[in-house]
Nanobody
Framework: VQLQASGGGLVQAGDSLRLSCVASGRTFSNYHMGWFRRAPGQEREIVAAIGWAGGSTYWPDSVKGRFSISRDNAKNTVYLQMNSLKPEDTAVYYC?????????????????WGQGTLVTVSS
């Protein structure tokens, strides 16, 4: 699976941003999809994940109520809607794909990764 993330940019605290990730190469609906981020000097962490059919989702407590994930299998695209952005959300955001049956929340089960898109939130 090839993944192409886009939509990052420079925003102010409190703003919203929507990231998109387009997949190609394999049957998109066979994969769970996740969004991850890596801030400078920190480990990569998951920010949202969605099951292959869109019926299951996962968010860590750090983004609950602010971030949401959705997918459109007809367009081979997964989205990350980020609201009420904070400076601590500044990071490179990556989309990733995990085979059907994997655990949504486990970074180790994601086999395919996009190139990342930078989100910078100014205070």
């Amino acid at each position: 699976v090839q993944l192409q993330a886009s939509g990052g940019g420079l925003v102010q605290a409190g703003d919203s941003l929507r990231l998109s990730c387009v997949a190609s190469g394999r049957t998109f609906s066979n994969y769970h999809m996740g969004w991850f981020r890596r801030a400078p000097g920190q480990e990569r962490e998951i920010v949202a994940a969605i099951g292959w059919a869109g019926g299951s989702t996962y968010w860590p407590d750090s983004v609950k109520g602010r971030f949401s994930i959705s997918r459109d299998n007809a367009k081979n695209t997964v989205y990350l809607q980020m609201n009420s952005l904070k400076p601590e959300d500044t990071a490179v955001y990556y989309c990733a794909a995990a085979k059907y049956g994997s655990r949504l929340s486990s970074i180790n089960e994601y086999d395919y990764w996009g190139q990342g898109t930078l989100v910078t939130v100014s205070s």
